[in-house]
């Protein structure tokens, strides 16, 4: 009679568990974590990146932004965060790629044409 009450109490501590774990996931980085300096290139090119700056707390973005322009084939002016992307934003407002956070200041985005691209944060020296 003990084994129910003892399997019920495992499963609602597994639930629990998991729905922490899923919420702490899924925390949404501040415009601050991710300001600075980034490169962003086409996968095994990094020697011809474009420098950028994202800047916060406007979420501006700043740097060779024509270089931007011929990677994602549109201009670009901003950026936002959500909880697993990085969002490059067009002038009117609308989110024109969502990066996908790949590992801690790397995240990666494919083209339709198939290249992946990515966008890097620089170290700080």
């Given at each position: 009679?003990?084994r129910?009450p003892m399997v019920?109490?495992?499963?609602?501590s597994m639930?629990?568990?998991?729905e922490?774990?899923?919420a702490?996931?899924?925390?949404?980085?501040?415009?601050a974590?991710?300001?600075?300096?980034?490169?962003l290139?086409?996968?095994?090119?990094?020697?011809?990146?474009?420098q950028l700056?994202l800047?916060?707390?406007?979420?501006?973005?700043?740097?060779?932004?024509?270089c931007?322009q011929?990677?994602?084939?549109?201009?670009?002016?901003?950026?936002?965060?959500t909880?697993d992307?990085?969002?490059?934003?067009g002038?009117?407002?609308?989110a024109l790629?969502?990066f996908?956070r790949y590992?801690?200041?790397?995240?990666?985005w494919?083209?339709?044409?198939?290249?992946?691209?990515?966008?890097?944060?620089?170290?700080?020296e």
């Amino acid at each position: 009679m003990l084994r129910k009450p003892m399997v019920a109490l495992g499963a609602v501590s597994m639930m629990l568990i998991t729905e922490v774990g899923m919420a702490s996931s899924l925390l949404l980085p501040n415009p601050a974590q991710l300001a600075g300096d980034w490169e962003l290139y086409a996968e095994h090119e990094k020697a011809a990146a474009c420098q950028l700056q994202l800047r916060a707390p406007e979420t501006l973005l700043e740097g060779d932004l024509q270089c931007l322009q011929q990677l994602i084939g549109q201009p670009a002016s901003g950026w936002l965060v959500t909880p697993d992307t990085l969002a490059l934003m067009g002038a009117d407002g609308s989110a024109l790629v969502h990066f996908n956070r790949y590992k801690p200041g790397l995240y990666k985005w494919t083209t339709p044409a198939g290249k992946t691209l990515l966008l890097e944060r620089k170290s700080k020296e």
